[in-house]
């Protein structure tokens, strides 16, 4: 019952199709939102051992859409956005790459998107 809980408040969304995919960056384009995504396997220990994180930082970052790609069920996203090691993590602003990293470091998830987040903000509130 609490892991049915804990699945009902992430805000992380599993693509399911290519569709699907286009559609949640269509969609985070013309609202203006930055994407972050998982692109992970079922089978890969890392990939799995990374979504608690990656469910932590959805909920400290409400302004950024957070997406997770299962590479075996959309092999075409996967191959499109050049993905070819488990975990990838994508941050991306305007359907373009912004920063790319490889590998279950939840200290280095952390600061790129703590980055990321702080180059989101307007000038005159950077300080």
């Excluded at 069920?73 to 956005?81: H, I, P, Q, T």
Aim: proline letters at 4%; glycine letters at 4%; one cysteine or more.
């Amino acid at each position: 019952m609490e892991d049915q809980q804990q699945a009902a408040k992430s805000r992380v969304v599993k693509v399911d199709s290519e569709e699907s995919w286009n559609l949640f960056i269509t969609q985070a384009n013309n609202q203006g939102s930055p994407v972050f995504v998982h692109f992970s396997a079922s089978w890969c220990v890392p990939s799995l051992a990374m979504n608690s994180y990656f469910d932590e930082l959805a909920r400290t970052y409400q302004d950024i859409v957070f997406l997770l790609v299962d590479v075996d069920e959309l092999k075409g996203v996967a191959s499109k956005m050049e993905v070819k090691a488990m975990p990838t993590f994508l941050l991306m602003r305007n359907g373009e790459v912004v920063t790319k990293f490889v590998g279950a470091n939840p200290e280095e998830m952390r600061r790129r998107i703590d980055a990321f987040a702080q180059s989101l903000l307007p000038a005159n509130m950077v300080e």
